[in-house]
Each structure stands twice: as C-alpha cells, then as structure tokens.
C-alpha cells in the first residue's frame, strides 16, 4: 500500500502563487507515472499536470505556462508550482499514481492522495 499525502493548499488572491506538495511512502515516483488532478465543486475530476519517471511532463492549455510539476527523488516528494492563479482554479487538488510508468487519466489511477483545497479569491 503506497500512501500520499498532499500539502500546501489554502487561499490565496487572485494573481498569486501556491506550491503543492505531495509525499510518498515510498519511491514509487521513480517507477510510476504520477499526475495532478482537480476538482471543483459541480464539475468532473481533471488532470492539470502528469510526470513521468523519465522527467516527462504533460499540461492541460487551461494551466500550461502556469503550472509546473517537479520532482525530488530524496525525498520521495512531488510538487505542484501554481502561478498566476485564477478564481476558476479553485478546487480541491489530487495527487496520483498510476499503475505503470504511464501518467495515470483518472480511470487508471492506482493511489490517490487526500487532497488539499486551494481556493482563489477575486
């Protein structure tokens, strides 16, 4: 069982910056494809970044140029770089794992993390 655990969400105003972090219990980032998902309220679960264990990086346009996913092998960490936020970015944020090396679309994740809530205030 791989656990992760979200950090770093909260309010922040609009044009601002946050950075999620997502923790694994073990260095399952090095051999699984891994992405950022979203949810807001109403609306369907969306992918906002996928990384690969090759460093493979993968941005919906409504993010791209905005958001940045990295990696630290030490520390077994995943992080999310949001900038120049947007109220329509508030949602609560998913860290994932998919099964293979692949990024994970939301059928095939394996692992979910519990999420952090970033709201973007006008």
């Known amino acids: 069982q791989v656990h992760l655990v979200e950090s770093g969400g909260g309010l922040v105003q609009a044009g601002g910056s946050l950075r999620l972090s997502c923790a694994a219990s073990?260095?399952?980032?090095?051999?699984?494809?891994m992405g950022w998902f979203r949810q807001a309220p109403g609306k369907e679960r969306e992918r906002v970044a996928g990384?690969?264990?090759?460093?493979?990086?993968t941005y919906p346009d409504s993010v791209k140029g905005r958001f940045t996913v990295s990696r630290d092998h030490a520390k077994s960490t995943v992080y999310l770089q949001m900038n120049s936020l947007k109220p329509d970015d508030t949602a609560v944020y998913y860290c994932?794992?998919?099964?293979?090396?692949?990024?994970?679309?939301?059928?095939?994740?394996?692992?979910w993390g519990q999420g952090t809530q970033v709201t973007v205030a006008s």
């Open positions: 994932a794992v998919g099964s293979t090396w692949l990024m994970p679309l939301t059928s095939s994740v394996k692992y």
């Open positions: 073990g260095s399952i980032f090095s051999n699984n494809g």
């Open positions: 990384l690969t264990p090759g460093g493979v990086t």
